[in-house]
């Protein structure tokens, strides 16, 4: 049977920097796939992982989450059928449901076929310190559903965030602790046979999919892409390859979007630096080159409730191209 590694960790946490580094340890004999489900609709984690010879297959715009979600199946039977892996990682959208993924794995259908592996949390101390973040519900779905409880970053954390990471997870029922500290992603691949605990109850309350949502391989048209669910609004853009733009501009544009609430942005864009690739929190900010050639990609992600003109974003961002 194939093992599935669930790789969870609210936004920023880590999963995408944490999947690079395993990757590269994968066993020349054995084929690993890769299934990453975004929130927004642009896509941003499946380009970021995309090298030759890899499989990775990309489900954005759509709640994976929801467990009667049609694209989390097809994705996954299509991972199954056309790459037949020897190991599949899947990183969910840093607002997803663990537990329902995890009951889907486990369903009578994939019995025969699937062997549900250990489930990896990631938390960033340092994130800890934006109270939506430290008081998000999802967090401690996340970190409750997990077999293996990974702190991550923690070249950037401080005592005081130590201190909030412990006062969280005593919170929790059961308490939990920190099983392994990373930083940089490194984290050995011989965690992901960690033991696997009893399945998690599945969350009832789950939101349905949005009739927004994205297919599982397509990508979306170049342009404005934003959508509005229960757990966040995101807000996306893709443009052509010869697009560049004004990396300090943009980066300031990027600070600015934060000072109004903004959870998360991340984004390949071509600047007169070359290629680039944006993660940048509220509490922290990393640009790094970028292998992506194919198109420029941005999203942004904010409380489902913020009050944000689109059309203002839309109309600023072309101005910081060159």
């Known amino acids: ?177 920190i099983d392994v500290t990373i930083r940089d992603g490194q984290l050995d691949k011989a965690w992901l046979d960690h033991p696997v605990s009893a399945p998690c109850p599945v969350q009832t309350n789950l939101p349905q999919p949005s009739l927004l949502a994205g297919t599982a391989s397509r990508a979306v048209s170049f342009g404005m892409h934003c959508q509005r669910q229960p757990e966040g609004l995101a807000i996306g853009w893709r443009w052509p390859a010869e697009r560049q733009f004004s990396a300090a501009k943009l980066l300031a544009w990027v600070n600015v979007q934060f000072e109004q609430g903004c959870l998360r942005a991340k984004g390949i864009v071509q600047t007169e630096h070359g290629w680039q690739a944006i993660n940048q929190m509220p509490q922290s900010s990393l640009v790094t080159p970028a292998q992506w050639r194919h198109d420029n990609r941005l999203e942004l992600i904010f409380p489902s409730q913020a009050q944000v003109d689109p059309t203002l974003l839309d109309q600023a961002l072309g101005d910081l191209m060159v």
Not at 104 to 115: D, G, H, K, W
């Open 1 to 177: 049977m194939i093992p599935v590694n669930l790789i969870t960790g609210f936004l920023g946490s880590g999963k995408t920097t944490l999947i690079q580094h395993l990757l590269l340890q994968a066993p020349r004999n054995e084929r690993w796939a890769v299934l990453v489900n975004e929130f927004g609709k642009v896509g941003i984690d499946g380009p970021l992982l995309s090298q030759p010879g890899l499989h990775i297959k990309q489900v954005p715009g759509g709640c994976l989450c929801c467990i009667s979600s049609p694209l989390f199946r097809v994705a996954l039977n299509s991972v199954i059928r056309q790459v037949k892996p020897t190991r599949i990682l899947i990183e969910p959208s840093g607002l997803a449901h663990p537990a329902a993924i995890r009951a889907m794995l486990a369903e009578p259908s994939y019995q025969a076929i699937l062997r549900p592996a250990a489930t990896l949390a990631l938390v960033a101390p340092s994130s800890l310190q934006d109270v939506r973040i430290r008081q998000h519900p999802l967090l401690a779905a996340q970190l409750n559903a997990a077999d293996l409880l990974i702190a991550s970053q923690t070249d950037r954390a401080q005592p005081d965030d130590w201190a909030l990471l412990d006062e969280l997870l005593s919170g929790l029922a059961p308490p939990r602790w």
